[in-house]
C-alpha cells in the first residue's frame, strides 16, 4: 500500500470547494514573460502540486499568491472575490503563508526569535518570551525534531533550519499553506513526519500548494497535479490519473534520462582519502569514521547516503573547510591535507557546496563576476585584472554549462534555481580543476536542470580526465552516470556497487527501509 492509499483514500474523487484561485495571471520582467495567462485553482483540504522545470514560472506564480509579488495582469480570486494583495503581510493577514525554497531565517537570532519574527506575543509589560518559548517547544515536538528553542539558528544544519521555516508558517495557522520545496533538505524521516503534519493540515481544511523536485515523493501526498512549462499550464489532473511519466513527459518531453556513465577509465588514482577521521561538532564520536576511497582520473563515484551518514563532512575535510582529527587527503599521490582551500583549490581539488546561496555565490555579484571568482588569479597581474581574459572566462563558461542568461551582466539573483547552480559549477571548472566534489549538486533543482547538470559532468570527465566525486541522497541520481556507487552510513562506508545495482540494494546498504 502506497502512503497516498493510506493517507487520503477519499481524495481521488473528491474535487473539493475552490478556495484561492488565479485566472489568466501574468508576470512580465522586461522582455522575459515569466508567466503568460496561467488559470490556477486551491481547493479547500486538499493538496494542489505544482510541477514544472526550473524557470517555469513556479515561485513565481508562488509570489503572486502570497502578496510577494504584483502580477502584471490578471486577477487573483479568494473565497470568489477578487482580491489584491499589498505585500506579504496583508496576505498572512488573510490567511495565506508561504515557506520559501531558499530559507529566509536570520541566522544569528535563536529558533524562538525566528519563528514570532515580526508577530510576537505581547502583553502590556512587553513581549512573552517564555509563552513563545513554550509554543516553539510544541511546534518541535509536533515536528518531532529535538531543537531547542533557545539554540541560534546558525548551528543548526540546513535540514534542521528547514524545519524551522516549517514551524514557522505552522505557527501562523493559516488556511492556504504553500511549500515551496519544503523538503530539500530534509532526511527521509524527517519527509515523512512532514507528510503527517501535511495530512493533520488537510483534515482541518488547510488548503496546500506543493511545489517539489523529488517527484515520487510529491505523488504521495498530492490531490490534484498542475505542471507548468515555460510560463504556462500545460497539463492538469487528478491523482488518479497521474504517474511518474506522466509528471516528467508533460515537463520536459518524451524520451527523457539522466544520462549514463561515460566509456569507464582506468586511469591513475586522483583523489586519494586514507583513514580519514573527523570529529562530530558536538564533540561525541567521529561523524567519518576510518573513511578510504580513492576515484580515479575520468571516472565519476557517486556518494548515497541518509541525512548525518557523513558525506557532507568527508567532502568538507577533503576540500579543506573542516579539519580532520586523523588520516590524509592525497591527489596524484601528494598529501594536501596541510594545505589551505585556495592552495587546494590551486592544486587541482574544488568543491561545489550544498548550499549554493550562503557558500558557492555572492548575490550582489553578476553571473561574469560569480563566474570568474575563483579563477581570478589566471587574468590578474599585480593590481591589475585583465577584462579582456575575464570576459573570455565567463564567455567559455556560459557556454560550457549552458547557462540560460542575458549574459555576463545580469545579475544572479535573476536566474533559476538551476541556472544559478550551473554558475557555481562553472566557476570551479573554470579553474581547471583535478577533481571535483559536489555536494548534493541537485538540491532544488528540477529533473530538466538536473540532466544538464550530470551530462556536463559526464562530458568533462570524459574529455578532460576529471575525477568527480558527487553526493546524493535521491537514489535515482545515483544510477545515471555513476562509474561506482559508495554507500555511507554512520560515517564509514557500508557497501560499494556499480552502475547495474538496483535502487533496493543501495536502500537497503544505507540503512533505509524499502517501502514497496
Keep these: 500500500m502506497t502512503v497516498q492509499q493510506s493517507i487520503r483514500p477519499e481524495a481521488a474523487q473528491a474535487t473539493g470547494e475552490v478556495v484561492m484561485s488565479a485566472r489568466h495571471v501574468a508576470k512580465h520582467y522586461g522582455a522575459v514573460k515569466a508567466l503568460k495567462g496561467v488559470n490556477f485553482d486551491i481547493h479547500r483540504g486538499q493538496v494542489t502540486t505544482l510541477f514544472g522545470e526550473n524557470g517555469a514560472g513556479k515561485s513565481t506564480l508562488m509570489k503572486i499568491l502570497s502578496g510577494i509579488v504584483t502580477p502584471t495582469s490578471g486577477q487573483i480570486l479568494l473565497d470568489g472575490e477578487p482580491v489584491s494583495f499589498h505585500g506579504a503581510n496583508d496576505a498572512l493577514a488573510q490567511g495565506i503563508s508561504i515557506i520559501h525554497q531558499e530559507l529566509a531565517l536570520a541566522p544569528n537570532l535563536n529558533v524562538r526569535d525566528n519563528i514570532f519574527m515580526g508577530r510576537e506575543i505581547r502583553t502590556p509589560r512587553g513581549v512573552d518570551f517564555a509563552e513563545e518559548e513554550r509554543v516553539t517547544r510544541a511546534l518541535m515536538e509536533e515536528l518531532e525534531e529535538e531543537i531547542d528553542p533557545l539554540t541560534p539558528v546558525e548551528e543548526l544544519r540546513l535540514g534542521q533550519q528547514q524545519i524551522v521555516e516549517i514551524a514557522r508558517a505552522l505557527q501562523a495557522r493559516s488556511r492556504i499553506l504553500i511549500m515551496d520545496e519544503p523538503t530539500s533538505a530534509l532526511s527521509a524521516s524527517e519527509v515523512e513526519v512532514l507528510f503527517k503534519v501535511i495530512n493533520d493540515l488537510t483534515a482541518k481544511g488547510v488548503s496546500i500548494v506543493y511545489i517539489s523536485h523529488h517527484l515520487e515523493e510529491a505523488l504521495e501526498v498530492t490531490d490534484h497535479a498542475v505542471v507548468l512549462r515555460d510560463g504556462e499550464m500545460t497539463a492538469y489532473a487528478p491523482r488518479a490519473e497521474i504517474d511518474l511519466e506522466w509528471i516528467v513527459r508533460n515537463m520536459v518531453g518524451e524520451g527523457f534520462d539522466l544520462g549514463s556513465p561515460p566509456a569507464s577509465r582506468t586511469g591513475e588514482p586522483a583523489l586519494i582519502i586514507e583513514d580519514l577521521c573527523v570529529p562530530d561538532?558536538?564533540?561525541?564520536?567521529?561523524?567519518?569514521?576510518?573513511?578510504?576511497?580513492?576515484?580515479?582520473?575520468?571516472?565519476?563515484?557517486?556518494?548515497?547516503?541518509?541525512?548525518?551518514?557523513?558525506?557532507?563532512?568527508?567532502?568538507?575535510?577533503?576540500?579543506?573547510?573542516?579539519?580532520?582529527?586523523?588520516?590524509?587527503?592525497?591527489?596524484?599521490?601528494?598529501?594536501?591535507?596541510?594545505?589551505?582551500?585556495?592552495?587546494?583549490?590551486?592544486?587541482?581539488?574544488?568543491?561545489?557546496?550544498?548550499?549554493?546561496?550562503?557558500?558557492?555565490?555572492?548575490?550582489?555579484m553578476t553571473v561574469g563576476q560569480n563566474l570568474s571568482l575563483s579563477s581570478i588569479a589566471a587574468f590578474t597581474r599585480g593590481l591589475f585584472t585583465s577584462r579582456k581574459a575575464e570576459r573570455k572566462v565567463v564567455e567559455d563558461s556560459i557556454r560550457e554549462v549552458t547557462v540560460k542568461t542575458d549574459g555576463g551582466g545580469a545579475m544572479i539573483g535573476s536566474l533559476s534555481g538551476g541556472n544559478q547552480q550551473k554558475v557555481v559549477i562553472g566557476k570551479m571548472l573554470a579553474t581547471r580543476p583535478e577533481v571535483i566534489l559536489l555536494d548534493e549538486p541537485s538540491r532544488g533543482i528540477d529533473v530538466g536542470a538536473k540532466a544538464e547538470v550530470f551530462k556536463l559532468l559526464a562530458r568533462t570527465a570524459e574529455e578532460r580526465g576529471l575525477a568527480v566525486l558527487y553526493s546524493t541522497s535521491e537514489v535515482g541520481e545515483c544510477l545515471s552516470i555513476a562509474h561506482r556507487i559508495v554507500v555511507m552510513n554512520r560515517g564509514r562506508i557500508s557497501a560499494e556497487f556499480d552502475h547495474t545495482a538496483t535502487k533496493e540494494q543501495i536502500m537497503a546498504a544505507s540503512g533505509e527501509a524499502v517501502h514497496h
Design 281 to 364: 561538532p558536538s564533540g561525541h564520536g567521529l561523524v567519518v569514521d576510518h573513511m578510504n576511497l580513492s576515484v580515479r582520473c575520468g571516472e565519476i563515484v557517486c556518494i548515497y547516503g541518509l541525512m548525518g551518514a557523513g558525506r557532507t563532512e568527508m567532502m568538507e575535510c577533503a576540500a579543506g573547510r573542516i579539519r580532520a582529527r586523523e588520516g590524509a587527503v592525497k591527489l596524484h599521490g601528494c598529501d594536501v591535507s596541510h594545505l589551505s582551500i585556495a592552495e587546494r583549490i590551486d592544486a587541482g581539488l574544488v568543491l561545489v557546496p550544498e548550499d549554493r546561496q550562503r557558500d558557492g555565490l555572492v548575490q550582489t
